[in-house]
């Protein structure tokens, strides 16, 4: 993940201070199941725990949607995103979307 980029889940920026709001920012990335994944789904769905297969799935469409919100970020001159928000929805069966946003801003050492 990209070091240059502050990221918060708040409006604020701990110890600094928020010069200029840019905008809002995004990133998605939509993943679709596969075939492996379904059956050890389906044989683990039976006996129960945590279905390893689809947490990666989410993980890395979570890391790539970031990504792309801290590149959209950038190009706006942002070194904060403020507000990061998380969302997920089935596009259509069998696969999904993470869409990741927030609202950039430059910020600065508090005075």
Do not use: C, W
């Not at 075939?35 to 947490?55: H, P, S």
């Amino acid at each position: 993940m990209d070091k240059d980029i502050y990221l918060t889940n708040v409006e604020i920026i701990p110890g600094k201070t928020i010069k200029q709001y840019l905008g809002l920012v995004q990133g998605n990335s939509i993943r679709a199941k596969h075939i492996g994944r379904d059956i050890m789904a389906g044989l683990k769905n039976l006996v129960g725990g945590e279905l390893k297969g689809y947490t990666e799935l989410l993980s890395e469409a979570r890391d790539e949607a970031t990504q792309r919100m801290i590149d959209d970020a950038k190009k706006m001159g942002a070194n904060g995103i403020v507000n990061v928000r998380f969302a997920t929805s089935s596009v259509m069966q069998g696969a999904a979307e993470l869409f990741v946003y927030g609202t950039a801003v430059i910020y600065g050492e508090n005075q």
